[in-house]
Nanobody, 124 residues
Framework: QVQLVESGGGLVQAGGSLRLSCTAS????????MGWFRQAPGKEREFVAV????????YYGDSVKDRFTISRDNAKNTVYLQMNSLKPEDTAVYYC?????????????????WGQGTQVTVSS
């Protein structure tokens, strides 16, 4: 099985930046699609970004395009989410997810493994 652990969340002012990290256990990370999702109180889990096994295909949710960047370092078993120009509406728990499938679907059901989440709070 795969275990995922997120880190890097915190409190930041609007317009600021944070970088989230997600480190995976095991020896299967290299071949997995990796995604980021977020969930605010009272809302459904929302797609943020996804990256395929090689890093050659990347997709973003409309609300974060041109502000967030997803990347991965397979040698470190880690995926990153660089978040710039943060807005109060970005406040949520951010979850790292992994899929053994070969696609990059932006839906939670596609992902087999999930981290515990890390809180991101953006103040105004």
């Amino acid at each position: 099985q795969v275990q995922l652990v997120e880190s890097g969340g915190g409190l930041v002012q609007a317009g600021g930046s944070l970088r989230l990290s997600c480190t995976a256990s095991g020896r299967t990370f290299r071949g997995y699609t990796m995604g980021w999702f977020r969930q605010a109180p009272g809302k459904e889990r929302e797609f943020v970004a996804v990256i395929n096994w090689s890093g050659g295909r990347l997709y973003y949710g409309d609300s974060v395009k041109d502000r967030f960047t997803i990347s991965r370092d397979n040698a470190k078993n880690t995926v990153y989410l660089q978040m710039n120009s943060l807005k109060p509406e970005d406040t949520a728990v951010y979850y790292c997810a992994a899929s053994s499938g070969g696609s990059t679907l932006p839906r939670p059901y596609y992902y087999d493994y999930w981290g515990q989440g890390t809180q991101v709070t953006v103040s105004s």
